[in-house]
């Protein structure tokens, strides 16, 4: 027996650790390096780019503010994506849902006005975990009982749902004015500035506490990265939605039903979509209009490969892509840098992630010949 | 002078010596075996000189010339041929145009078929083959595809034949031809590479046996010299029981009873037409037949991942015949499948994640949805020693076992949860004879705490060492039943190919057979 290559999936496991986060982490780099190849060929200083990007999503507490705040819905999002991606199911169509968790959000918090906020912000993060979780309800039930693809179902439910918020927003829920969008939230509905929590005087003292506009709802997306992580190793619902990623014809012979499983994990993929949308709507814009999402459902998916589906890698991997995004603003304008470029880096770091996986896979083919010796 | 030697060939995966330092010879004319447990390295060494892996050390030489083997292709030009043990076949086509794939005679994008088909014929004839140039594939039986393998590698000019466990998917019958084929063919000048794990075949058909373990060649002898016993022997490096010793039946209530079932494939054909029988507590029923039959559709109603057309199924009187898999392991059913990888087990899963699937609701696993990783260690560690898995921990994945290792933590998981039946379709598929012994004393330990068996396999003689009662099942009926002491391996083989099938089948037509529990007493 052969206890050396013998791979252990324990929970302390360093080499092990290590080889997962390795590829992101070389992913990151290699981004990082050919993007900066890209800038010097257009005649941009790479490194005064990325000092000013630094600057920018690092480099001041506000700055860190502004990159929690873009990270708050990417790790919800992301979370969603990764734990569909547990059980094999590719929920493209996160944005879909997040937007009916926004839209959620912003009605029942209209409706909710002059009620408390320990009542309003719970019972608006709950519907917008509803509403997410209905909107995928429909492709999962298509998926299990007819095996349509879960990749072209929830794409087109995401149509649907950007036209709907669009039409409410100039329709039934518009607020009188010129502009299509909502009246502002009651600010019991809304979700506090960090900074907000202290008073002014401890602010004047402890000026790093000055997150600007990040708000609460980095909390939210903390605890449920956290939950997410205890379902996955600690519940049978965690149990059962790998096993049907990894084996479903295995999981199906000792018990487990694939379709009850497939709902079940395309519900909780879209409730933590639909979480996204409302954090966003409830913490940052107060209002809903249809352009309120920058893409954080698609966003999303590159976060979830990149965390390699692990609930607690999914906020690193969304801070890094929530940095890229608040920190563009400040490369373009102290390095002269076009914000676009970064999202080029965004692109190398989701090859050569992906890129990394398609390796993966063929070493593992031309493994599967090797005869095993363990054991 | 040897047409094909190897000279210390040395070839390691990362953390694995696949090969070390492995000599072989081969004559003209001349039958060698390689014998051993899977995973000794058989497949790698003949891999290696097939082309497909290269060796990190050794040399090869052919007509005493030493060659550096690229690819298949470089192999074949060298005159050396390998039949897979999985077909490399186009099933849609003729024999002919298989055969002449990827390097088709003729010129300017035109095949000259005629010529083709002329010297397979001509192959076919010489050797005896008996294949139909122009016969489909799919409509070929697996013996006769695996004779298409071999044409094909004569064909393409091969004076080496590899064969890699050519025998694992063949009847009594299709074995005995294979080898008068073998003989045939080294009577003409050619010699082969027999790779096995099966010892009596071994002795059957070798000139010279090479016995492999951990990699390295650990002996060399010839059937005259050797018996089965010796060669299990030095194939294992201890003693081997090779036939199980087992008690009388004691054959008490009802366990499993079968009326009438039909059942449909996923293709909606009719699997099973009409399927009756019972198996009480205490004896083990084997279903014989060859792949393909009626078994794997029979076997998935039972345990609850498909559903019967017609017919019942019950359990100790409870029907379960609608019951889904779940349903199906509360009510006490295990199943141990035939794809260890595919139904068995979650691979990605680590041993103890495994062990629990199917009970991972129940106690001590789980309550309430919320999983106990303590009791969930617990009950693996326990069961890893019970049923002597080895692993350094429960926590290595399910993917680093060996084959045998793998199927062991199946049998725990599956006979540790205590099943009132326990159905076990080719519970010994692939495994070497270490593991046999193994999976074959928990089956009769099984039966004789009182339980139910229903062994389905095609390995005629695990038939015979661990029925108490066998039917013969054929195009989805079920056509003979022996009590164990009135079977044979002939004339089982005979009636798995539909040897009096016919009119069988039409009896059975009228009047589904009654099997009775009565008929497995003895």
């Given at each position: ?11 302390l ?19 990082i ?33 502004d ?13 969603g ?66 095996g ?16 709907v ?27 506090p ?13 402890m ?51 694939v ?26 814009h107060?209002?809903l ?73 063929f ?13 | ?30 039958i ?80 000259d ?6 010297r397979?014929r ?30 094909k ?39 082969a ?39 299990a022997?030095?194939?294992v ?36 037409k009409?399927?009756?029988f ?67 087990l ?34 693996a ?27 062991k933590?199946?049998?725990?998981r ?13 519970p ?6 270490g ?30 060492s ?6 013969v099942?054929?195009?989805g ?46």
């Open positions: 027996m052969n206890t050396s290559k013998a791979k252990s999936s324990e929970g496991d360093w080499i092990a650790i290590t080889q997962k986060i390795g590829t992101p982490v070389a992913s990151v780099i290699l981004a390096l050919i993007g900066s190849f890209i800038m010097w060929v257009s005649g941009y200083n790479p490194v005064a780019a990325f000092s000013a990007l630094y600057q920018g999503s690092f480099g001041s507490p506000k700055a860190f503010g990159t929690l705040l873009r990270s708050t819905p990417l790790i919800l999002a992301g979370l994506l990764a734990y569909g991606f547990k059980a094999n199911l590719f929920n493209i169509g996160a944005e879909g849902q997040l937007f009916m968790g926004g839209l959620a959000a912003a009605a029942l918090g209209l409706a909710l006005a002059g009620q408390p906020w320990y009542l309003a912000i719970p019972l608006l993060l709950i519907a917008a975990m509803l509403a997410g979780a209905a909107w995928a309800f429909i492709p999962a039930i298509l998926k299990a009982r007819i349509a693809h879960e990749v072209i179902t929830t794409m087109m439910f995401t149509y649907i749902a950007r036209y918020v669009s039409w409410l927003v100039v329709g039934p829920l518009k607020d009188p004015g010129q502009i299509p969008q909502t009246r502002l939230l009651p600010v019991e509905s809304q979700l500035r960090i900074q907000s929590l202290f008073s002014d005087a401890t602010l004047q003292a000026p790093f506490l000055k997150f600007g506009r990040a708000h609460m709802g980095i909390l939210v997306a903390l605890i449920a990265a956290v939950v997410l992580w205890l379902v996955l190793k600690y519940t049978t619902l965690g149990y059962e939605n790998r096993a049907v990623g990894f084996n479903p014809f295995a999981a199906e012979t000792g018990g487990i039903s379709q009850w499983t497939t709902v079940k994990s395309l519900c909780i993929s879209g409730a933590l979509a639909g979480l996204a949308g409302a954090v966003e709507v409830m913490g940052v107060h209002r209009f249809d352009q309120f999402s920058s893409g954080f459902g698609f966003t999303g998916i590159a976060v979830a490969l990149l965390a390699k589906n692990h609930p607690l890698a999914v906020i690193p991997a969304a801070l890094l892509f929530g940095a890229m995004s608040a920190g563009a603003g400040t490369m373009q304008l102290v390095a002269d840098v076009p914000q676009k470029i970064i999202l080029i880096v965004q692109a190398l770091v989701i090859f050569f992630v992906a890129a990394e996986g398609i390796i993966t896979y070493l593992k083919q031309r493994q599967k010949e090797v005869p095993s010796h363990v054991g | 002078m040897p047409l094909l030697e190897l000279r210390e060939i040395t070839k390691a995966f990362p953390g694995v010596l696949a090969n070390d330092r492995v000599s072989m010879k081969l004559d003209k004319g001349e060698v075996a390689l014998l051993g447990e899977n995973g000794a390295g058989k497949s790698t060494l003949m891999n290696v000189v097939y082309g497909l892996l290269t060796a990190d050390d050794g040399e090869i030489l052919v007509d005493e010339k030493h060659v550096k083997i690229k690819s298949p292709r470089h192999a074949i030009d060298l005159g050396i041929g390998m039949v897979h043990q999985h077909f490399m076949l186009v099933e849609p086509l003729t024999v002919t145009e298989n055969i002449v794939l990827g390097r088709e005679p003729g010129r300017f994008g035109v095949i078929f005629a010529t083709a088909r002329q397979v001509e192959i076919s004839d010489r050797y005896s083959l008996k294949v139909d140039p122009d016969a489909k594939i799919i409509d070929l039986s697996v013996g006769m595809q695996q004779r298409v393998e071999i044409l590698a004569l064909y393409q000019g091969a004076r080496v034949l590899i064969l890699d466990e050519p025998t694992a998917v063949l009847t009594p019958q299709e074995v005995t031809e294979l080898f008068r084929v073998v003989r045939s063919l080294v009577d003409e000048g050619l010699s590479v027999f790779i096995t794990h099966k010892l009596e075949e071994v002795i059957a058909i070798a000139d010279r046996i090479l016995v492999m373990r951990d990699g390295a060649v650990v002996g060399e002898t010839t059937p005259s010299a050797t018996d089965e016993i010796g060669l022997r030095m194939m490096g201890r003693d081997v029981v090779l036939s199980v010793e087992k008690g009388v039946s004691q054959c008490g209530d009802v366990v499993l009873s079968v009326n009438d079932v039909h059942i449909e494939d996923d293709r909606s054909l009719e699997a099973v009409g399927v009756s019972a198996i009480c507590g205490g004896e083990i029923l084997a279903i014989a037949g060859v792949d393909g039959n009626g078994q794997r559709e029979l076997v998935e109603s039972i345990v609850g991942l498909r559903r019967p057309t017609r017919g019942t199924i019950e359990l100790k009187g409870n029907d379960i015949t609608r019951a889904n898999a779940r349903a199906s392991i509360e009510a006490g059913v295990s199943h141990i499948p035939e794809d260890r990888q595919r139904r068995g979650v691979l990605e899963f680590n041993i103890a994640e495994n062990i629990i699937l199917g009970d991972h609701r129940e106690p001590p696993a789980a309550d309430h949805g919320i999983m106990h990783p303590k009791a969930i260690a617990e009950l560690r326990k069961r890893i020693a019970d049923y002597d898995i080895r692993t350094p921990s429960e926590r290595v994945l399910a993917d680093s076992l060996s084959g045998g290792n793998q199927q933590v199946v049998v725990a599956e006979i540790g949860r205590n099943p009132e039946l326990l159905v076990a379709a080719q010994t598929r692939g495994l070497d004879v593991a046999i012994e193994f999976v074959h004393t928990q089956i009769i330990r099984e039966r004789d705490s009182g339980k139910a068996v229903l062994l389905v396999t095609f390995e005629l003689e695990e038939v015979l661990l029925a108490d009662r066998i039917l099942i054929y195009e009926r079920i056509v003979k039943e022996f009590a164990v002491a009135d079977a044979d391996a002939e004339t089982l083989g005979y009636f798995m190919t539909g040897g009096g099938g016919s009119k069988l089948a039409e009896e059975q037509e009228s009047k589904p057979v009654e099997s009775s529990v009565a008929g497995g007493d003895k």
